[in-house]
């Protein structure tokens, strides 16, 4: 599997278990801390590893749209649902 393919199931496996733990937050700051935080934390390793042309453009379009997606999505459900 390719280290791009990774980085994108990461970023989706991360925005599950942040979108569950956001569901607990009562704040929204602290939610949108939590978010942005660990989402900038992970962000320079995962450059690192990755080699593409344009990374910046890459981080963009498919780890952070990823990421924000996939949390809000399950954040969404999660406060519907239960």
């Known amino acids: 599997m390719k280290k791009e393919q990774t980085a994108a199931i990461l970023y989706t496996i991360l925005g599950c278990v942040v979108g569950f733990i956001s569901y607990y937050l009562k704040s929204t700051s602290m939610i949108f801390l939590l978010v942005f935080g660990l989402y900038f934390c992970t962000i320079i390793p995962v ?18 749209l990823t990421y924000i997606l996939v949390w ?11």
């Open 47 to 64: 450059s690192k590893k990755v080699t593409v042309k344009k990374l910046w453009k890459w981080i963009i379009s498919n780890t952070f």
């Open 72 to 82: 809000l999505i399950v954040y969404i459900l999660l406060n519907n649902a239960l």
